[in-house]
Protein backbone atom coordinates (compact mmCIF):
# COMPACT_ATOMS: atom_id res chain seq x y z
CA UNK A 1 0.00 0.00 0.00
CA UNK A 2 1.59 3.40 -0.87
CA UNK A 3 1.31 5.83 2.29
CA UNK A 4 -0.22 9.40 1.06
CA UNK A 5 1.42 12.44 2.68
CA UNK A 6 -0.22 12.57 6.23
CA UNK A 7 -2.04 15.90 6.25
CA UNK A 8 -3.13 17.40 9.54
CA UNK A 9 -5.02 20.70 9.71
CA UNK A 10 -6.31 21.79 13.35
CA UNK A 11 -8.68 24.45 14.40
CA UNK A 12 -10.38 25.99 17.08
CA UNK A 13 -14.17 26.06 17.87
CA UNK A 14 -16.76 27.88 19.83
CA UNK A 15 -17.87 25.57 22.72
CA UNK A 16 -20.65 23.34 20.82
CA UNK A 17 -23.86 24.23 21.15
CA UNK A 18 -26.27 21.02 20.80
CA UNK A 19 -29.51 20.57 19.46
CA UNK A 20 -28.38 22.01 16.25
CA UNK A 21 -30.41 20.82 13.48
CA UNK A 22 -29.27 23.02 10.43
CA UNK A 23 -30.53 20.88 7.11
CA UNK A 24 -30.54 24.24 4.89
CA UNK A 25 -28.49 23.89 1.73
CA UNK A 26 -26.40 26.55 2.32
CA UNK A 27 -24.23 24.71 5.19
CA UNK A 28 -20.35 25.82 5.34
CA UNK A 29 -18.29 23.13 5.61
CA UNK A 30 -15.79 22.76 8.66
CA UNK A 31 -12.96 21.84 6.08
CA UNK A 32 -11.85 21.94 2.45
CA UNK A 33 -9.29 19.77 1.19
CA UNK A 34 -8.60 20.55 -2.38
CA UNK A 35 -5.77 18.31 -4.10
CA UNK A 36 -4.54 20.88 -7.06
CA UNK A 37 -1.49 18.35 -7.96
CA UNK A 38 -4.14 15.28 -8.74
CA UNK A 39 -3.90 15.63 -12.74
CA UNK A 40 -6.22 16.82 -15.22
CA UNK A 41 -7.96 19.99 -14.39
CA UNK A 42 -11.47 19.96 -15.42
CA UNK A 43 -13.24 22.66 -16.63
CA UNK A 44 -16.21 24.19 -17.33
CA UNK A 45 -17.89 21.69 -20.61
CA UNK A 46 -15.41 18.82 -19.88
CA UNK A 47 -15.96 15.08 -19.74
CA UNK A 48 -14.70 15.10 -16.49
CA UNK A 49 -16.53 17.36 -14.79
CA UNK A 50 -19.92 15.79 -16.29
CA UNK A 51 -18.76 12.60 -15.07
CA UNK A 52 -18.41 14.24 -11.63
CA UNK A 53 -22.06 15.75 -11.93
CA UNK A 54 -23.44 12.48 -12.84
CA UNK A 55 -21.39 10.45 -9.80
CA UNK A 56 -22.48 13.37 -7.74
CA UNK A 57 -26.10 13.22 -8.10
CA UNK A 58 -25.70 9.45 -8.44
CA UNK A 59 -23.85 8.79 -4.76
CA UNK A 60 -26.15 11.44 -3.41
CA UNK A 61 -29.53 9.95 -4.32
CA UNK A 62 -28.06 6.51 -2.99
CA UNK A 63 -27.25 7.71 0.10
CA UNK A 64 -31.11 7.74 0.98
CA UNK A 65 -30.97 4.39 2.52
CA UNK A 66 -28.05 4.01 4.95
CA UNK A 67 -26.29 6.88 4.63
CA UNK A 68 -23.30 5.94 3.07
CA UNK A 69 -22.34 5.05 -0.92
CA UNK A 70 -19.34 5.08 -2.92
CA UNK A 71 -18.90 4.53 -6.90
CA UNK A 72 -17.06 5.42 -10.36
CA UNK A 73 -18.46 6.97 -12.81
CA UNK A 74 -17.21 7.56 -16.72
CA UNK A 75 -14.20 6.18 -18.40
CA UNK A 76 -10.52 6.59 -18.12
CA UNK A 77 -8.88 9.05 -18.17
CA UNK A 78 -11.89 10.82 -17.08
CA UNK A 79 -13.10 8.24 -14.69
CA UNK A 80 -14.34 9.72 -11.21
CA UNK A 81 -14.32 7.66 -8.05
CA UNK A 82 -15.91 8.88 -5.23
CA UNK A 83 -17.70 8.52 -1.45
CA UNK A 84 -20.35 9.91 0.39
CA UNK A 85 -20.98 8.77 4.41
CA UNK A 86 -23.80 10.95 6.51
CA UNK A 87 -23.28 10.74 10.29
CA UNK A 88 -25.40 7.95 12.11
CA UNK A 89 -28.15 10.33 13.12
CA UNK A 90 -28.26 12.86 10.52
CA UNK A 91 -29.58 10.02 7.67
CA UNK A 92 -32.46 10.19 5.18
CA UNK A 93 -33.45 13.68 2.60
CA UNK A 94 -32.05 15.76 4.91
CA UNK A 95 -28.43 14.40 4.42
CA UNK A 96 -29.15 13.48 1.09
CA UNK A 97 -29.95 17.21 0.21
CA UNK A 98 -26.95 18.20 1.86
CA UNK A 99 -24.68 15.52 -0.04
CA UNK A 100 -25.89 17.24 -3.42
CA UNK A 101 -25.50 20.91 -2.40
CA UNK A 102 -21.93 19.63 -1.32
CA UNK A 103 -20.85 18.42 -4.62
CA UNK A 104 -22.30 21.29 -6.48
CA UNK A 105 -20.27 23.88 -4.09
CA UNK A 106 -17.13 21.62 -4.42
CA UNK A 107 -16.85 21.98 -8.86
CA UNK A 108 -18.49 25.41 -8.52
CA UNK A 109 -17.08 27.24 -5.53
CA UNK A 110 -14.36 25.43 -3.38
CA UNK A 111 -12.49 23.23 -5.01
CA UNK A 112 -12.99 24.65 -9.39
CA UNK A 113 -11.05 23.17 -11.50
CA UNK A 114 -9.57 20.18 -9.30
CA UNK A 115 -10.00 16.42 -9.60
CA UNK A 116 -9.40 15.62 -6.13
CA UNK A 117 -11.43 17.02 -3.24
CA UNK A 118 -13.00 16.41 -0.11
CA UNK A 119 -14.86 18.41 2.30
CA UNK A 120 -16.04 17.81 5.91
CA UNK A 121 -18.89 19.20 7.34
CA UNK A 122 -20.58 18.82 10.78
CA UNK A 123 -22.88 16.05 9.53
CA UNK A 124 -21.11 14.48 6.25
CA UNK A 125 -18.52 14.42 4.06
CA UNK A 126 -18.12 14.07 0.27
CA UNK A 127 -15.31 13.17 -1.51
CA UNK A 128 -13.87 12.47 -4.72
CA UNK A 129 -11.06 11.92 -6.56
CA UNK A 130 -9.33 10.23 -10.08
CA UNK A 131 -7.47 8.12 -8.09
CA UNK A 132 -8.84 4.36 -8.27
CA UNK A 133 -6.76 3.46 -5.08
CA UNK A 134 -9.66 5.49 -3.14
CA UNK A 135 -12.10 2.30 -3.84
CA UNK A 136 -9.83 -0.46 -3.72
CA UNK A 137 -7.63 0.69 -0.93
CA UNK A 138 -9.93 1.03 2.09
CA UNK A 139 -7.14 1.20 4.21
CA UNK A 140 -6.52 5.03 3.29
CA UNK A 141 -8.13 7.36 6.06
CA UNK A 142 -6.36 10.92 4.56
CA UNK A 143 -7.07 13.76 4.34
CA UNK A 144 -7.39 13.82 7.79
CA UNK A 145 -8.86 17.01 9.53
CA UNK A 146 -8.73 17.84 13.38
CA UNK A 147 -10.53 20.64 15.68
CA UNK A 148 -10.74 20.76 19.20
CA UNK A 149 -13.41 23.10 21.81
CA UNK A 150 -10.99 26.01 23.11
CA UNK A 151 -12.40 25.09 26.95
CA UNK A 152 -9.77 23.34 28.54
CA UNK A 153 -9.60 21.14 31.45
CA UNK A 154 -6.20 22.43 33.20
CA UNK A 155 -3.29 21.06 35.45
CA UNK A 156 -1.48 17.88 34.95
CA UNK A 157 -3.53 15.61 37.01
CA UNK A 158 -7.07 16.89 35.97
CA UNK A 159 -5.92 16.82 32.30
CA UNK A 160 -4.45 13.53 32.56
CA UNK A 161 -7.39 11.69 33.93
CA UNK A 162 -9.84 13.75 31.81
CA UNK A 163 -8.02 12.19 28.40
CA UNK A 164 -7.63 8.63 29.52
CA UNK A 165 -11.73 9.19 30.19
CA UNK A 166 -12.15 10.54 26.75
CA UNK A 167 -9.74 7.54 25.81
CA UNK A 168 -11.68 4.92 27.35
CA UNK A 169 -14.95 6.53 25.72
CA UNK A 170 -13.34 6.46 22.13
CA UNK A 171 -12.11 2.42 22.80
CA UNK A 172 -15.31 1.08 23.96
CA UNK A 173 -17.28 3.29 21.47
CA UNK A 174 -15.14 2.17 18.56
CA UNK A 175 -15.22 -1.76 19.85
CA UNK A 176 -19.25 -1.12 19.75
CA UNK A 177 -18.87 0.26 16.58
CA UNK A 178 -16.48 -2.28 14.61
CA UNK A 179 -18.15 -5.49 16.21
CA UNK A 180 -21.56 -4.49 17.51
CA UNK A 181 -23.14 -5.50 20.94
CA UNK A 182 -22.21 -8.19 22.09
CA UNK A 183 -19.80 -8.90 19.67
CA UNK A 184 -20.06 -10.12 15.98
CA UNK A 185 -24.34 -9.34 16.62
CA UNK A 186 -25.72 -8.79 13.19
CA UNK A 187 -24.14 -6.17 10.93
CA UNK A 188 -23.10 -3.48 13.17
CA UNK A 189 -23.66 0.15 11.82
CA UNK A 190 -19.97 1.12 12.30
CA UNK A 191 -21.72 3.95 14.28
CA UNK A 192 -21.72 4.16 17.65
CA UNK A 193 -21.76 6.55 20.89
CA UNK A 194 -21.37 6.90 24.68
CA UNK A 195 -21.06 8.84 27.79
CA UNK A 196 -18.74 8.77 30.13
CA UNK A 197 -18.91 10.61 33.52
CA UNK A 198 -15.84 12.69 34.54
CA UNK A 199 -17.01 15.36 37.57
CA UNK A 200 -14.37 17.55 37.06
CA UNK A 201 -14.36 21.59 36.24
CA UNK A 202 -17.45 21.76 34.96
CA UNK A 203 -17.39 19.12 32.72
CA UNK A 204 -20.10 16.34 34.33
CA UNK A 205 -20.34 13.80 31.43
CA UNK A 206 -18.19 13.54 28.31
CA UNK A 207 -19.82 12.70 24.87
CA UNK A 208 -18.17 10.66 22.42
CA UNK A 209 -19.38 9.40 19.06
CA UNK A 210 -17.49 7.36 16.44
CA UNK A 211 -17.62 6.19 13.09
CA UNK A 212 -16.56 4.02 10.19
CA UNK A 213 -17.47 3.69 6.53
CA UNK A 214 -19.93 0.86 6.33
CA UNK A 215 -18.11 -1.18 4.27
CA UNK A 216 -15.41 -1.73 6.13
CA UNK A 217 -14.98 -4.98 7.61
CA UNK A 218 -14.86 -4.88 11.71
CA UNK A 219 -11.43 -4.96 11.61
CA UNK A 220 -10.56 -2.37 9.28
CA UNK A 221 -13.49 -0.22 11.17
CA UNK A 222 -11.35 -0.77 14.60
CA UNK A 223 -8.10 -0.18 12.77
CA UNK A 224 -9.02 2.85 11.47
CA UNK A 225 -10.44 4.22 14.71
CA UNK A 226 -7.19 3.07 16.79
CA UNK A 227 -5.45 4.79 14.44
CA UNK A 228 -7.04 7.94 14.99
CA UNK A 229 -7.77 7.67 18.96
CA UNK A 230 -3.63 7.00 18.98
CA UNK A 231 -3.16 10.80 17.59
CA UNK A 232 -5.53 12.71 20.53
CA UNK A 233 -2.60 13.03 22.79
CA UNK A 234 -0.50 14.90 20.46
CA UNK A 235 -3.78 16.87 18.59
CA UNK A 236 -5.59 18.12 21.70
CA UNK A 237 -3.19 19.89 24.24
CA UNK A 238 -0.34 19.23 26.01
CA UNK A 239 -0.05 17.34 29.81
CA UNK A 240 -0.78 20.16 31.45
CA UNK A 241 -4.06 21.17 29.52
CA UNK A 242 -6.70 19.36 27.49
CA UNK A 243 -9.13 20.35 25.51
CA UNK A 244 -12.72 19.27 26.80
CA UNK A 245 -13.46 18.04 22.91
CA UNK A 246 -11.89 17.28 19.75
CA UNK A 247 -12.47 15.72 16.42
CA UNK A 248 -10.76 13.87 14.06
CA UNK A 249 -12.37 13.28 10.93
CA UNK A 250 -11.02 10.95 8.33
CA UNK A 251 -12.58 9.55 5.20
CA UNK A 252 -12.69 6.15 6.11
CA UNK A 253 -13.36 6.48 10.18
CA UNK A 254 -13.91 9.65 12.34
CA UNK A 255 -14.38 10.46 16.19
CA UNK A 256 -15.67 13.46 18.37
CA UNK A 257 -16.20 14.00 22.38
CA UNK A 258 -17.19 16.95 23.47
CA UNK A 259 -18.55 18.17 27.47
CA UNK A 260 -22.12 18.92 25.81
CA UNK A 261 -24.39 16.59 23.98
CA UNK A 262 -23.98 16.56 20.12
CA UNK A 263 -25.69 13.75 18.90
CA UNK A 264 -29.32 11.88 19.07
CA UNK A 265 -28.87 9.51 22.33
CA UNK A 266 -31.00 6.07 21.97
CA UNK A 267 -30.86 3.20 23.38
CA UNK A 268 -27.25 2.01 22.26
CA UNK A 269 -25.65 4.93 23.65
CA UNK A 270 -23.06 3.54 25.86
CA UNK A 271 -22.76 4.76 29.45
CA UNK A 272 -19.46 4.52 31.55
CA UNK A 273 -18.37 5.20 35.06
CA UNK A 274 -21.82 6.47 35.75
CA UNK A 275 -22.67 7.08 39.44
CA UNK A 276 -25.23 4.79 40.73
CA UNK A 277 -27.96 7.43 40.91
CA UNK A 278 -27.79 8.09 36.91
CA UNK A 279 -26.81 4.47 35.37
CA UNK A 280 -30.21 3.54 35.77
CA UNK A 281 -31.42 3.75 32.28
CA UNK A 282 -28.25 1.29 31.44
C1 LIG B 1 -2.92 14.40 -4.43
O1 LIG B 1 -3.03 13.74 -5.67
C2 LIG B 1 -1.84 13.08 -6.08
C3 LIG B 1 -2.07 12.51 -7.48
O2 LIG B 1 -3.22 11.70 -7.52
C4 LIG B 1 -1.53 12.00 -5.08
O3 LIG B 1 -0.32 11.36 -5.42
C5 LIG B 1 -1.37 12.63 -3.71
O4 LIG B 1 -1.14 11.62 -2.76
C6 LIG B 1 -2.62 13.39 -3.35
N1 LIG B 1 -2.43 14.05 -2.07
C7 LIG B 1 -3.32 13.96 -1.07
C8 LIG B 1 -2.98 14.69 0.20
O5 LIG B 1 -4.37 13.34 -1.17
C1 LIG C 1 -5.52 23.89 -11.90
O1 LIG C 1 -6.38 24.97 -11.58
C2 LIG C 1 -6.02 25.66 -10.44
C3 LIG C 1 -7.11 26.64 -10.11
O2 LIG C 1 -7.64 27.22 -11.27
C4 LIG C 1 -4.66 26.31 -10.68
O3 LIG C 1 -4.24 27.00 -9.54
C5 LIG C 1 -3.65 25.23 -11.01
O4 LIG C 1 -2.40 25.79 -11.30
C6 LIG C 1 -4.10 24.38 -12.16
N1 LIG C 1 -3.20 23.25 -12.32
C7 LIG C 1 -2.82 22.81 -13.50
C8 LIG C 1 -1.93 21.59 -13.48
O5 LIG C 1 -3.12 23.35 -14.54
C1 LIG D 1 -35.06 16.83 8.47
O1 LIG D 1 -34.83 17.28 9.79
C2 LIG D 1 -35.98 17.83 10.40
C3 LIG D 1 -35.54 18.42 11.73
O2 LIG D 1 -34.83 17.48 12.50
C4 LIG D 1 -37.02 16.74 10.55
O3 LIG D 1 -38.17 17.26 11.18
C5 LIG D 1 -37.36 16.22 9.17
O4 LIG D 1 -38.26 15.14 9.28
C6 LIG D 1 -36.13 15.75 8.44
N1 LIG D 1 -36.47 15.45 7.06
C7 LIG D 1 -36.12 14.34 6.45
C8 LIG D 1 -36.56 14.22 5.04
O5 LIG D 1 -35.45 13.48 6.99
C1 LIG E 1 -7.27 2.28 24.32
O1 LIG E 1 -6.84 1.24 23.43
C2 LIG E 1 -5.44 1.26 23.15
C3 LIG E 1 -5.14 0.17 22.14
O2 LIG E 1 -6.04 0.19 21.07
C4 LIG E 1 -4.66 1.02 24.41
O3 LIG E 1 -3.27 1.14 24.14
C5 LIG E 1 -5.04 2.06 25.46
O4 LIG E 1 -4.42 1.75 26.68
C6 LIG E 1 -6.55 2.09 25.67
N1 LIG E 1 -6.81 3.22 26.58
C7 LIG E 1 -7.81 3.22 27.45
C8 LIG E 1 -7.86 4.36 28.40
O5 LIG E 1 -8.68 2.35 27.48
Known amino acids: MLNLLLLVLTTSWPPAASGQDASSATVSPLNTHCNATAGTNHTAGSAYLSNLRALGGALSRRALATGFASGSYGAAPDEVHGLVLCRGDFTGGNCTDGLASAFRDAAAQFCPGAADATVYYDQYMI ?12 GDNEPLWSGKNMNEVTGADAAARFMAKATELMNRTADLAAFGSPPSSSSPSRYATGETWFDEQGVSVVYGLVQCTPDLTGEQCRSCLAGII ?19 LGVRCNLRYEKDVFFKETSTTIKLNMPKSMSSSR
Open 127 to 138: RYTNDGRLLSDP
Open 230 to 248: AQMPKLFGDASSRPVGGRI
